[in-house]
């Protein structure tokens, strides 16, 4: 069974920036489908973002666009969520997700927390006002 851990996590102010990363335990991993949810006290777990690289195609939950950006490194053995502008609302734990194919099954099922089959432990960012 893979492993993934994430990285990055931290306290910051609103309007500050925070780059979260996700390794996995097996090589190549990130060529499968990734995700990126986050997990609020008292909330349940919210997609932020997800990227198919079998379709080529990133997306973003509506809180996410313009502020929070995906990538990945070029032999893709770390997957990147870079949060600028980030608000007190932006506060959880952050967790990466992944599925067992290149394909995230379209944009009605990338950002559902179904789709995913493992998980890491989370990294938690806290944001001040």
């Known amino acids: 069974q893979v492993q993934l851990v994430e990285s990055g996590g931290g306290s910051v102010q609103a309007g500050g920036s925070l780059r979260l990363g996700c390794t996995a335990s097996?090589?190549?991993?990130?060529?499968?489908?990734m995700a990126w949810f986050r997990e609020a006290p008292g909330k349940g777990r919210q997609a932020v973002a997800a990227?198919?690289?079998?379709?080529?195609?990133?997306y973003y939950a509506d809180f996410a666009k313009g502020r929070f950006a995906l990538s990945q490194d070029s032999a893709m053995d770390i997957l990147y969520l870079q949060m600028n502008n980030l608000k007190p609302e932006d506060t959880a734990i952050y967790y990466c997700?992944?599925?067992?194919?290149?394909?995230?099954?379209?944009?009605?099922?990338?950002?559902?927390?179904?789709?995913?089959?493992?998980w890491g432990q989370g990294t938690q960012v806290t944001v001040s006002s």
């Open positions: 097996v090589a190549n991993y990130m060529s499968n489908c």
């Open positions: 997700a992944a599925r067992d194919s290149p394909y995230c099954g379209g944009g009605d099922v990338a950002l559902t927390r179904r789709a995913y089959t493992e």
């Open positions: 990227i198919s690289p079998g379709g080529g195609i990133t």
